[in-house]
């Protein structure tokens, strides 16, 4: 089955650039049939989804980080990964990799959901 | 978007059943999908635990139910068992974004 694991420096220093690369194996990233979409969860607090990415390269971000994000996909590594830039303390996360199912029915109701997820990787911003 | 609105903790003893809400808006929640679930263990990555509203992945107990009314969407535990302690997600799509309940505390008495 498909799995997603995380990697990427575990410690950043503020003001600088947050890099993760989400490797996927037991799937092609380029089926077509799914987005790819990075998730982080602060310590001790709840899930925010930061973005996704679907194969061909486009993108749809939080808008509420949107000014700071940029995720992007190598589908000869299988890979998507994501830049923050500008961190501070607040984005000290566990950053999870997800890959997100979705389509609209013949109604107009559209279905998403995560699965499978990465086993997360913790970020520190610290000096 | 502002996060999903879930209730901070629920409580039940083995053998009951709970309830956990998810209100958002008309935007989100109320618009034409439906949320997803997530389990979450301490330490563990998310879970997914109901899928379009109500349906169940392979895998997953049948004492786990969805539904929807309106602008709020509820996951049912039925049967609690010790095992199913853990942090409750719900996440909608919400116009090309993606938002996700505060989350919610189950504790098994």
């Known amino acids: 089955q498909v799995q997603l694991q995380e990697s990427g420096p575990g410690l950043v220093k503020p003001s600088q650039t947050l890099s993760l690369t989400c490797t996927v194996s037991?799937?092609?990233?380029?089926?077509?049939?799914?987005?790819w979409s990075w998730i982080r969860q602060p310590p001790g607090k709840g899930l925010e989804w930061i973005g996704y990415?679907?194969?061909?390269?486009?993108?749809y971000y939080n808008p509420s980080l949107k000014s700071r994000v940029t995720i992007s996909v190598d589908t000869s590594k299988n890979q998507f990964s994501l830049k923050l830039s500008s961190v501070t303390a607040a984005d000290t996360a566990v950053y999870y990799c997800?890959?997100?199912?979705?389509?609209?029915?013949?109604?107009?109701?559209?279905?998403?959901?995560?699965?499978?997820w990465g086993q997360g990787t913790l970020v520190t911003v610290s000096s | 978007q502002s996060a999903l609105t879930q209730p901070a903790s629920v409580s039940g003893s083995p053998g009951q059943s709970i309830t956990i809400s998810c209100t958002g808006t008309?935007?989100?929640?109320?618009?034409?999908?439906?949320v997803s679930w997530y389990q979450q263990h301490p330490g563990k990555a998310p879970k997914l635990m109901i899928y379009?509203?109500?349906k169940r992945p392979s895998g997953v107990s049948n004492r786990f139910s969805g539904s929807k009314s309106g602008n709020t969407a509820s996951l049912t535990i039925s049967g609690l068992q010790a095992e199913d302690e853990a942090d409750y997600y719900c996440?909608?799509?919400?116009?090309?974004?993606?938002?996700f309940g505060g989350g919610t505390k189950l504790t098994v008495l």
């Open positions: 990415i679907y194969y061909s390269g486009s993108t």
């Open positions: 037991g799937g092609s990233i380029s089926s077509g049939d799914y987005y």
């Open positions: 996440c909608s799509y919400a116009g090309s974004s993606r938002v």
């Open positions: 379009e509203g109500s």
């Open positions: 008309s935007s989100d929640v109320g618009s034409y999908n439906l």
């Open positions: 997800a890959r997100e199912s979705g389509y609209y029915d013949s109604s107009g109701y559209y279905y998403n959901w995560f699965d499978p």
